[in-house]
């Protein structure tokens, strides 16, 4: 009976053995089926993050290359609309000098009616100009050099305006 418990005892460890066996097989193999599953799903995530990392480069390389267009123009339409301010200032500058030196003078039309000794109708322009039968009086230089100064206002505001209006229509996407 011994040998018949040691021969059961044997076949017993050997079951045993072979159970443990299967066990670990059989863990090993759902580890490697799971592990599979999750690099599966891990590098689907990582392709999505890709391209959601590539769209969102594409997308603010677009809005870099729209931001860059815009920069160049307000660059563009600043350096204009400073020359035509700068143009308008120095001929103003040189308008005013010109009063002040008496090169010219301004003078305003009179109503050939209402003023004394003027007839109303001339019958010939006069040699400097082509108006027929204006009298004609000089303003002060004084006076002229206020109202210069005020229309030279008047036309810088206006090519500010002009700025501002181009500016609105650039940035507002209406032409």
Same mark, same amino acid.
């Given at each position: 009976?011994?040998i ?12 045993l053995a072979?159970m443990?066996?299967?066990?670990w097989a059989a863990?090993?193999?759902q ?12 590098a689907a995530?990582?392709t *999505?993050l $890709?391209h959601? !990392? ?6 603010i390389? @677009?809005?870099?290359g729209?931001?860059l267009? /815009?920069?160049q ?8 609309y400073?020359r035509a301010l700068t143009d *308008?200032? $120095?001929k103003? !500058?040189?308008l005013?000098?010109?009063l002040a030196? @008496? ?6 039309? /009179? ?9 109303a109708?001339?019958?010939t322009?006069s040699?400097?100009?082509v ?10 230089p @004084?006076?002229a050099q ?15 305006l002009?700025?501002?209006?181009a ?5 507002s996407?209406t032409?």
């Amino acid at each position: 009976m011994k040998i018949d418990a040691v021969k059961w005892g044997g076949v017993l460890l050997i079951i045993l053995a072979l159970m443990a066996s299967s066990a670990w097989a059989a863990w090993a193999w759902q580890a490697n089926a799971y592990g599979q599953q999750l690099a599966i799903r891990e590098a689907a995530h990582q392709t *999505e993050l $890709t391209h959601l !990392a590539n769209a969102n480069s594409a997308q603010i390389l @677009a809005e870099q290359g729209k931001r860059l267009a /815009l920069e160049q123009w307000l660059a563009a339409s600043d350096q204009s609309y400073y020359r035509a301010l700068t143009d *308008e200032k $120095t001929k103003q !500058a040189r308008l005013r000098d010109r009063l002040a030196t @008496a090169d010219l003078r301004l003078s305003v039309q /009179l109503d050939g009616t209402a003023a004394t000794g003027c007839d109303a109708v001339q019958t010939t322009p006069s040699a400097g100009g082509v108006v027929y039968g204006a009298c004609r009086a000089q303003l002060d230089p @004084a006076h002229a050099q206020r109202i210069i100064g005020i229309t030279g206002d008047g036309d810088q505001g206006l090519i500010a305006l002009q700025a501002c209006q181009a500016y609105a229509k650039e940035v507002s996407g209406t032409k």
